[in-house]
């Protein structure tokens, strides 16, 4: 969910350092996608020749929204910051304070919408799209709709203005976020040790690969992003798959066939109506 975020960092830095911050982001790509073919934490994928064409090919269109559109949440920083507007440009605040408020706020709207798209059921059409891999690996992290990420965009860049977010502060966390995506879809696993001391701040790949679980109730927990907090707070954090990871499904119980590997299929499929028994999923 956050390819185009990163995208739009990188548009608005300096000319001369957009090259190296690209070239950081395919390093970390590619350094996972090494991690994960030397030590997958899944079984092998022979879907992979049908899935990587469809999920970078939707990473590329996001991509191009990023470059056509002038519009993001650290854009909307920069102009609040500028004119004036935004809480945080309205009250003298500690520093120490300022940073916090932007990086909690912004990782708190992350939060909420991605929970709110779970839970409305247009918003889950459109969702679903990334949840519809059968596999996880880096290329799980570019596989969002188009009309996801403009949602994003614009969730984000008007909560930044509200509370007129640190700008320089919003976009290391933008960058760090996007940095954690890709980490978190990739198919390999830590220690269950150093999983359960990290995951009691942030979100670990084994924390994150079951919200991907085709299991409802699994799929509706750990919605966080950067920070477990959230899904702490709100009663959304599930600790282990109930079948163990090993056994856990990927993907939506209601789609296991070619569609969900479909270029074209997925790019429409939010207007397509196809749903499981989710009253006898969330039973069984």
Known sequence: ???????????????DRQTLLMLGYVTVIVVFAVIEARKPGFSSD???PSRWPT???IGLINLTLAVLTPVSSVAAAYWANRNGYGLLNNVSVPWWLAVALTVFGRSFAGYALHFVMHKTPVLWRIHRVHHSDTHLDVSTALRSHPVEVCMLVLVTASVAAALGMDPA???????????VHVA???NFRISQELDRVLRLIFVTPNMHSLHHSAWHRETDSNYGTVF?????????YAAAPRGGYDAMQIGLKEIRDERAHGFLWQLKSPALDF?????????G
């Open 184 to 186: 978190t879809h990739a």
């Open 169 to 179: 502060v919003l976009a290391a966390y933008e960058l760090v976020e996007a940095g």
């Open 1 to 15: 969910m956050d390819w185009v975020t990163f995208e739009r960092v990188v548009l608005a830095v300096a000319p």
């Open 46 to 48: 022979p879907a992979r």
């Open 275 to 283: 749903r499981a028994d989710r009253k006898n999923d969330a039973a």
């Open 228 to 236: 477990s907090l959230w899904d702490r707070l709100f009663g959304t």
């Open 55 to 57: 999920n970078f090919g």
